[in-house]
């Protein structure tokens, strides 16, 4: 600042005033403080779009049928269901817990469906709440063990998996299965719900067109309190990387069947969980839990309470999902939401940047590590491989991940921005 | 440290004051009849040894644990504080020991956190302008209020601690051992904060061991020894050994020896080394009062 002539009569904005601070200003400095950020171990998305391209040309190259239309919108219809679980571990991971019966609590929330809606005749809106219902109590329950005993919702959750797997086969008794009519509106909503492509594209304008007013919008109050706005270079760049990317992802995608509601709704989630993370008191109060526990507790936050809604918002997330697999798979079985659910679960939200240490993380991971998840699973079904290999890739694809999120841990420690 | 308004105190009515107060666990008196005056603009250093009841007299005024007796009259008026929430209503911001922030926020998000404006949609512009407002106010040296606190340094990290606790526009200002743990350049930067916090005009109760800080920026020193008052002192009219005797509760022990002999003033004695010599020669003349062995 002090060889810059300028700074007599334009005022320099409150933020950039500290001549310390390294001047980026306009796109380029923006750019370059993109490439510092990653250096210093923040790496944002960019391993998951890095390795999502590796997978993709992989498969590519394999079968050259891996990147069709149809195949892609199988694979967005196949990711909704767990990516919406996956949504829920994101809520334990930032606080800095764990729960392991996801995938139980989704089986259990398939059976009650399967049983009220069919073998009792409620009504499908009613049964769908009264299997969210019953997900959401058992996230009080975890809650409340872990408040009143401070018992590691590691061994808590342990216990769940067992036990809420026992309930879900009591529930679905002898039988073991129970199909859904294919006339219900779940079934359709798993299978058959398409965006039409006008739609799609109205869709896409109204999202580009939101993301450039509210960055604009955010600008301009920046600059009118004095501090410095965002370059107008950046956010054009930014909105029109997004425009290229949704218009061609839906054009794309509807030269076969469209998106799936399924996805939109699970997209829809993920959105509103993007804001109330980032843009309210209570998002603010649960990465602060994750961050530092003691310390948000003597900044005056309940934090018995964020434990509870977050226990509560988990479990209901695996329940919705677990819902949405049971309309995908026109059935609740015995083995709905067993298998590789839970561990796909978890290993996508980890895989998407959420760091298992807790007080790290964006909803935006549930949505890119699902998207790497089952572009691993569609791929080799596609090569014919049998599903011990499918485990193997997808354990070895999850320890690379966490192995990424201990490194880039400790490279932010030495760069000071742990 | 230009001015010292220590005199103007005596006539004003006392923002703090505690009469009688007293504190026990169990068979353990932790606090006895303790008085304490706090004047706006004010600061005063409470010191002790480990076990004084330093800590204890915090956590009656931070709401941690309520005391058994006496009273505690805050701004005119006699008040019974609960709870943390309690003391924070009042107008008593305790800045803790250990920090406690959150090292993956950013300066702004530990700043404002528990009381961000607008919880359903965050004012992040308002708050930021305040941050700013309120840093500079304090002169602090933050670049950034935008990074995490994790990528500052010591003093920056108290610096945001004391700022936060000015968030609320408190009358008292309660510092633990602010200064422990910080290299020399931090501790100056913390003690230029507390200087300006009496320049603003709020009462300051500052915990610390460390004579040198407690010298430099005090106006008064309470000093507890075994939970009670062991003498309150003007800090411009008392010495450092008259400090060290009243913390110790020995006039003649190693440090003021090792003081005497050196002539200076500081109270860097070791008190694992043994008298030596010398001490022997002066033995005679400190007198019958025999406080060491041989």
């Known amino acids: 600042m002090t060889v810059n002539p300028a700074s007599t009569d334009v005022p320099v904005a409150t933020d950039l005033q500290d001549e310390r601070l390294i001047r980026t200003e306009g796109f380029r400095g923006a750019v370059k403080v993109g490439i510092n950020r990653v250096r210093g171990g ?13 997978i993709w ?29 996956s949504l829920g571990i994101v809520c334990v991971l930032l606080v800095g817990e764990i729960d392991l019966s996801v995938g139980s609590v989704s089986g259990l929330s398939a059976a009650i469906v399967g049983v009220t809606f069919v073998k009792q005749g409620w009504p499908i809106a009613l049964a769908i709440l009264a299997a969210i219902a019953v997900a959401a109590v058992i996230g009080l329950i975890y809650s ?16 769940g998996l067992l036990g809420f797997l026992g309930l879900q086969l009591w529930v679905l008794g002898v039988e073991g299965t129970i199909n859904l009519p294919f006339d219900a509106f779940l079934v359709w909503f798993g299978q058959q719900a398409f965006v039409p492509a006008w739609l799609s594209y109205v869709l896409a304008a109204l999202g580009v067109a939101g993301f450039f007013l509210s960055q604009l919008s955010l600008s301009r109050q920046r600059v009118k309190a004095g501090l410095s706005g965002r370059p107008m270079g950046l956010v054009i760049g930014q909105t029109v990387i997004l425009a290229v990317v949704l218009f061609f992802s839906f054009w794309y995608l509807n030269r076969a069947r469209g998106v799936g509601w399924m996805f939109v709704f699970f997209a829809v989630l993920v959105l509103i969980m993007h804001y109330a993370f980032t843009r309210t008191r209570w998002g603010r109060s649960v990465y602060a839990v994750g961050g530092n526990r003691e310390a948000a507790r003597r900044a005056g936050i309940g934090v ?78 596609l090569l014919n491989l049998e599903s011990s290999f499918r485990y193997m890739i997808t354990g070895l694809v999850l320890l690379l991940a966490v192995i990424l999120d201990a490194v880039s841990r400790k490279s932010r420690t030495s760069h000071g921005r742990a | ?124 512009v308002e708050m930021e302008v305040q941050s700013w407002k309120l ?63 009496r320049e603003n005009g709020l009462a300051v109760i500052m915990i610390s061991h460390n004579m040198q800080d407690v010298q430099a920026v005090s106006d008064r020193v309470a000093v507890l020894r075994l939970g009670r008052n062991n003498g309150t002192f ?57 406080g060491s062995e041989q």
């Open chain 1, 144 to 159: 409340f063990v872990y408040n009143k005993f401070g018992v590691p919702s590691f061994v808590i959750t342990l216990a």
């Open chain 1, 57 to 85: 040309t992989i498969f590519q190259l394999l079968n050259p049928f891996f990147l069709s239309s149809a195949n892609l919108v199988n694979l967005l219809l196949e990711s909704a269901a767990v990516g919406v679980i």
């Open chain 2, 135 to 197: 840093l500079r106010q304090l002169s602090a040296k933050i670049p950034s209020v935008r990074i995490a606190v994790a990528s500052l340094s010591g003093g920056q990290r108290q610096t945001v601690a004391i700022a936060r606790s000015l968030l609320g526009s408190p009358k008292l200002i309660i510092l633990d051992e602010p200064t422990a743990a910080l290299g020399v350049e931090q501790t100056a930067e913390v003690l230029n904060l507390v200087e300006r916090l």
């Open chain 1, 304 to 381: 018995t309470g964020i434990y509870t809604s977050i226990f509560v918002l988990c479990s209901s997330f695996a329940a919705i999902g677990g819902i949405l697999a049971a309309g995908r798979l026109a059935a609740a079985a015995q083995s709905s939401g067993t298998g590789d659910v839970n561990l796909n679960a978890i290993a996508a939200a980890v895989i998407g940047g959420t760091s298992l240490f807790g007080g790290r993380g964006s909803a935006f991971s549930a949505l890119l590590g699902i998207l790497v998840i089952q572009s691993i699973t569609s791929g080799l079904t």
């Open chain 2, 234 to 290: 003007r800090m411009k009219d008392v010495s450092t050994d008259d400090l060290i005797a009243a913390i110790t509760g020995a006039t003649d022990n190693v440090v003021t020896q090792r003081a005497a002999q050196t002539g200076a003033a500081g109270a860097g004695g070791k008190p694992g080394v043994p008298p030596e010599a010398p001490a022997e020669d002066r033995q005679p003349a400190a007198g019958t009062d025999e």
């Open chain 2, 1 to 124: 440290m230009s001015t010292l308004p220590a005199e103007r105190l005596e006539s004003s009515a006392p923002v703090l004051s505690m009469r009688g107060v007293s504190k026990h666990f169990g068979a353990v008196a932790a606090l006895t009849d303790i008085e304490l005056d706090v004047h706006a603009g004010e600061v005063v250093a409470l010191v002790g040894d480990n076990g004084a009841g330093k800590s204890t007299l915090v956590k009656i005024l931070s709401g941690v644990h309520p005391q058994d007796a006496g009273t505690v009259t805050f701004d005119g008026k006699d008040v019974t504080i609960h709870s943390p929430v309690d003391a924070i209503n009042l107008g008593i911001a305790t800045v803790f020991q250990d920090l406690a922030l959150c090292d993956n926020l950013t300066v702004v998000d530990n700043l404002f956190l528990g009381r961000e404006l607008a919880p359903w949609r965050l004012n992040e």
């Open chain 1, 42 to 54: 923040d790496l944002g998305v960019l391993p998951i779009v890095v390795g999502l391209l590796i």
